[in-house]
Nanobody, 114 residues
Framework: VQLVESGGGLVQPGGSLRLSCAAS????????MGWYRQAPGKQRERVAT???????NYADSVKGRFTISRDNAKNTVYLQMNSLKAEDTAVYYC?????????WGQGTQVTVSS
């Protein structure tokens, strides 16, 4: 499974960004896809996940602001991020969980700053 993220960048507080993660390879083996983030000096943390059936789960810190979705026809998962805060600044990673393990994308930087 290969994962390629896009959509990161610099945005002002209160702004929005949409991240995309395009998956290729053994797509049918993917059970759950998600977004994680890692800020400087901090551990990587889960942001949001979505199962193959469409069930979603969010970290408390992003509930009501972020929305994860997937387009099965395009093998792509999205993270819509609204009302961004400075503390959302991090490298965001796409993740795909399969029976035998997990795959990660290369990461995309999101910086929230005025």
């Amino acid at each position: 499974v290969q994962l390629v993220e896009s959509g990161g960048g610099l945005v002002q507080p209160g702004g929005s960004l949409r991240l995309s993660c395009a998956a290729s390879g053994s797509i049918s083996s993917i059970n759950v896809m998600g977004w994680y983030r890692q800020a400087p000096g901090k551990q990587r943390e889960r942001v949001a996940t979505i199962t193959s059936g469409g069930s979603t789960n969010y970290a408390d810190s992003v509930k009501g602001r972020f929305t994860i979705s997937r387009d099965n026809a395009k093998n792509t998962v999205y993270l819509q991020m609204n009302s961004l805060k400075a503390e959302d600044t991090a490298v965001y990673y796409c993740n795909a969980e399969v029976t035998w393990g997990a795959y990660w994308g290369q990461g995309t930087q999101v910086t929230v700053s005025s």
